[in-house]
C-alpha cells in the first residue's frame, strides 16, 4: 500500500494528474463551444450555458490549486518554500486573476458591453486573464481586474455595442503613409457602418508601410462584410486581426 502511494505521490502521478486535467479542461471548453453555438433558444439551453461557463471559470483555479498541492506533497519542505516563494514574487498577477475570475462570474462582461470604472468610460474590445481593454473616445485602456474591484465599476444600461474589430487594411498602389491613412479615414468617415461615438484606434506598431491596422466599432455585426467588400472593390485588401 505504501509503494502504491509513493509511486502515485511522485513526478509521473503529478504528469499523469496535469495530463487529466488539461482533458477534461478542453472537453469542457468543446462542451461549451457546441451548446453555445446552438441557434435554438430555450430555457434549459440556457441554464446549461451558464453552468458550463461558470464551470469553465471555477475549474481553471482549482485543478490550478489541485496540481499545486500534488506538487507539494512530493517533498512537501522544499517544494512548499518553492511554491510559496512562486506566490509572493507573482502575487499582483494572482491577485488581478483571482479578481478576474470573481468579476466575470458575478457579471457576464463580455467583448461590447459598455462600462464606466472611475472617470473611464468605453467599450469592452477584449478580456484577458489579468485585465481588459477598454475603448474609449480618448483611445484604449487597460483595467487590471484588481483595479476594477477596487475602484469599483458598473455595466452601463442600454444597447450593447457588438461589434468591436481588428482590422488590417493593404493598399495595392505604393502610396506615402501619411495619404494612405489619409484616404482611408475619408472612406470610413462617409461609409454608414461604424459607431462614431468610438472613434477608429489606430495601431501601426510593427506594420509595413503600406499596411495599417486599426480598431473600429460598428453598428452591427453583419456590418463587417459590407465594409469589407466595400475596401476591397476601392482597391484595399481587409483581413480580420
Known amino acids: 500500500m505504501e509503494a502504491i502511494t509513493a509511486f502515485r505521490v511522485s513526478w509521473p502521478g ?3 494528474l496535469g495530463l487529466a486535467l ?4 478542453f472537453v469542457l471548453r468543446l462542451v461549451y463551444r457546441l451548446v453555445a453555438g446552438v441557434s435554438v433558444s430555450s430555457l ?4 446549461t450555458r451558464r453552468f458550463l461557463r461558470s464551470a469553465l471559470f471555477l475549474f481553471e483555479p482549482l485543478a490550478i490549486l489541485a496540481w499545486s498541492a500534488f506538487f507539494v506533497f512530493i517533498n512537501p519542505p522544499l517544494h512548499a518554500l518553492l511554491l510559496g516563494v512562486l506566490v509572493l514574487g507573482g502575487y499582483p498577477h494572482i491577485r488581478n486573476y483571482v479578481s478576474g475570475r470573481l468579476i466575470r462570474l458575478g457579471h457576464a ?8 470604472s472611475g472617470e473611464v468610460q468605453g467599450v469592452v474590445s477584449k478580456l484577458g486573464n489579468l485585465g481588459l481593454y477598454l475603448q ?3 483611445g484604449r485602456h487597460y483595467l487590471c481586474y484588481s ?3 477596487s475602484d469599483g465599476y458598473t455595466l452601463l444600461s442600454g444597447e450593447d455595442v457588438s461589434g468591436v474589430y481588428h482590422l488590417s487594411v493593404t493598399q495595392e ?29 489606430w495601431i501601426t506598431d510593427g506594420t509595413p508601410e503600406n499596411q495599417l491596422e486599426l480598431r473600429v466599432v460598428l453598428k452591427q455585426e453583419g456590418h463587417l462584410r459590407e465594409l469589407m467588400q466595400l475596401l476591397e472593390e476601392l482597391g484595399y485588401s481587409c483581413r480580420v486581426v
Request: charged share 25%; net charge negative; no cysteine.
Open 173 to 201: 498602389k505604393e502610396e506615402p503613409p501619411a495619404s494612405f491613412s489619409l484616404k482611408l479615414m475619408d472612406i470610413l468617415a462617409t461609409t454608414p457602418y461604424l459607431d462614431w461615438n468610438h472613434k477608429p484606434e
Open 136 to 138: 474609449a473616445d480618448d
Open 22 to 25: 488539461l482533458a477534461f479542461y
Open 109 to 116: 462582461i463580455i467583448p461590447g458591453k459598455k462600462l464606466r
Open 44 to 47: 434549459l439551453l440556457t441554464a
Open 14 to 16: 503529478l504528469l499523469l
Open 147 to 149: 483595479s476594477l474591484l
